[in-house]
């Protein structure tokens, strides 16, 4: 069955470096999303992206963060300057259909970013 | 905007008995509301959605859910646990212009014991 894949599955950072989270989507998905979940606490929507742009984003999403779709089958997420705050799960998840509110998000196994 | 309150971070039931995890939503519009269900080391996993063509929706894994409008509720249910369930779950609302940001709740931890 197809599935959301990420890597790393654990990345350490020193607070103030660049880390680049990276996602493969399911194939024939149109609709791509990151989410993220500091401990013990809620999953916290970031972002989603479609047809090359953002579609909708947080206000967790700031100017410290970016995403692109390099090519045709990743989908990263960029943190330019860590902060300590920024240590969470981030899941990537992806849909089949052009957004929509009942559409199905087909979440990753995540990455977990720590900051030291 | 939409949020979803969910009872209980932790349940704990025995195996054969029934599962019920709890949640209570918010919303100024009609809702589209999920439960997705998280294994250790695993990524979030759909187990159902209503999206208002019936209030009673079936999942896999043998879970239902019921919306109320009443009392603004959708609370997961399964007749008989098994050791298997036990895991993390998550009550999730859409919300959105485009309806593309799921909302969670905090999670509710399912422990079943033998």
């Known amino acids: 069955e197809p599935e959301v894949t990420q890597t790393p599955s654990h990345q350490v950072t020193q607070m103030g470096q660049e880390v680049i989270l990276r996602c493969v989507p399911i194939s024939n998905h149109l609709y791509f999303y990151w989410y993220r979940q500091i401990l013990g606490q809620k999953v916290e929507f970031l972002v989603s992206?479609?047809?090359?742009?953002?579609?909708?984003k947080s206000e967790i999403f700031d100017d410290q963060f970016s995403v692109e779709r390099p090519d045709g089958s990743n989908f990263t997420l960029k943190i330019r300057s860590t902060k300590l705050e920024d240590s969470a799960m981030y899941f990537c998840?992806?849909?089949?259909?052009?957004?929509?509110?009942?559409?199905?998000?087909?979440f990753g196994p995540g990455t977990r970013l720590t900051v030291l | 905007a939409q949020s979803v309150t969910q009872l209980g971070s932790h349940v704990s039931v025995s195996e054969g008995a029934l599962v019920l995890l709890r949640c209570n939503y918010s919303s100024s519009v009609p809702p589209y509301l999920f439960w997705y269900v998280q294994y250790p080391n695993q990524g979030l996993q759909l187990l159902l959605k209503y999206t208002s063509a019936a209030t009673l929706v079936k999942g896999i894994n043998g879970f239902e859910a019921e919306f109320k409008k009443s009392e603004t509720s959708f609370h997961l249910t399964k007749p008989s646990a098994h050791m298997s369930d036990a895991a993390e779950y998550f009550c999730?609302?859409?919300?959105?212009?485009?309806?593309?940001?799921?909302?969670f709740g905090k999670g509710t931890t399912l422990s079943v014991s033998s």
């Open positions: 999730a609302v859409s919300e959105g212009q485009a309806g593309t940001a799921l909302i």
């Open positions: 992206f479609y047809n090359n742009e953002i579609s909708e």
């Open positions: 998840a992806s849909s089949e259909r052009a957004g929509g509110r009942t559409d199905t998000q087909y």
